[in-house]
């Protein structure tokens, strides 16, 4: 799912119901923050204020040493402003902390990619043994070729910066070779036309994508399906959604709106879920009408 990165609140539903939150900018299928090192940032801030607090030193104090403002320390430690390289080094020894916010600081990653909290459906969909995907806008991010991933990421609203294209696309086609490993999930993806009649990226875009797509539908371990044009009924009107299987066979739901995400590990949603991609999968073309459809397709340019 590719939505654009929006402020929201995100809900992970555990398996006794209970429900945790945090916010930030996330678009999970694009894997981005739009706050550079905002985590990095604040774990240095934290041990500044670890260390100077352990050395005797208020706020005040430390930034009278170094003729800078209480502020400036205080934004330091909670992450709203970056450490720089040489009061790093001159606070380390002043604090006596033998380099470690300098080492700290040079260790910072250049863009928080993904943030601590949405690490935990990466990983999920790391060791998945199965995934079942449902898409209605554009190709399933682990289907999409790295020219097409760049025009999704173009397509954004307001505008990436082209370093942090390079970077989203890098961390997508990375996420990728999950459906490389030797043992790699049992994977079903449902289409929905819609986002295959789309020029995004141009005709020679559209066209790579389209052979991509006809190709992975030929690996075993991956069922690929387009839901068509022209039906009366349609089980995913509710939007995109993923459902992922673990090693130790628990199964959880993913979904995304243009105002939140959730994973979902509730057993009575997980099985709303899991009837609804049932259903699509029958209202779908089944394996070889749908690559007959790439076919045409790709016939038709």
């Avoid at 875009?205 to 991509?212: D, G, S, Y």
Wanted: negative net charge; proline residues 5%; charged residues 25%.
């Amino acid at each position: 799912m590719e939505q654009s990165a929006q402020p929201y609140g995100w809900t992970v539903r555990l398996r006794d119901g209970t429900r945790t939150r945090a916010g930030g900018e996330f678009c999970l299928m694009g894997n981005t923050t739009t706050r550079r090192n905002a985590s990095a940032m604040k774990m240095v801030g934290a041990l500044l204020a670890l260390y100077r607090q352990a050395a005797g030193h208020t706020q005040r104090s430390l930034g009278e040493r170094f003729v800078i403002s209480e502020q400036q320390i205080a934004s330091i430690e909670q992450g709203r402003r970056p450490l720089k390289p040489d009061l790093a080094e001159q606070l380390d020894e002043l604090l006596g902390t033998k380099g470690a916010l300098s080492v700290a600081l040079s260790r910072m990653p250049e863009v928080d990619l993904v943030p601590l909290w949405a690490e935990e459906y990466l990983d999920r969909e790391r060791e998945a043994v199965a995934i079942s995907w449902y898409e209605a806008l554009v190709v399933p991010s682990l289907l999409q070729t790295e020219a097409y991933a760049r025009a999704v990421f173009q397509s954004r609203v307001p505008v990436y910066d082209e370093d942090g294209i390079d970077q989203l696309v890098a961390a997508r086609i990375e996420r990728q070779t999950i459906l490389q490993r030797k043992t790699p999930p049992t994977t079903s993806f449902v289409i929905w036309e819609a986002a295959l009649r789309d020029r995004l990226g141009g005709e020679g875009v559209h066209m790579e994508q389209l052979r991509h797509l006809r190709s992975c539908a030929d690996l075993p371990g991956i069922a690929l399906q387009i839901l068509p044009l022209g039906r009366t009924s349609h089980a995913g009107l509710a939007g995109p959604f993923i459902l992922l299987e673990t090693p130790e066979y628990q199964r959880l739901g993913y979904a995304e709106t243009p105002r939140g995400s959730q994973l979902i590990a509730d057993p009575n949603e997980v099985a709303i879920l899991t009837q609804k991609y049932a259903m699509l999968r029958t209202q779908a073309l089944n394996v070889e009408e749908t690559k007959d459809l790439l076919d045409r397709l790709l016939g038709e340019q």
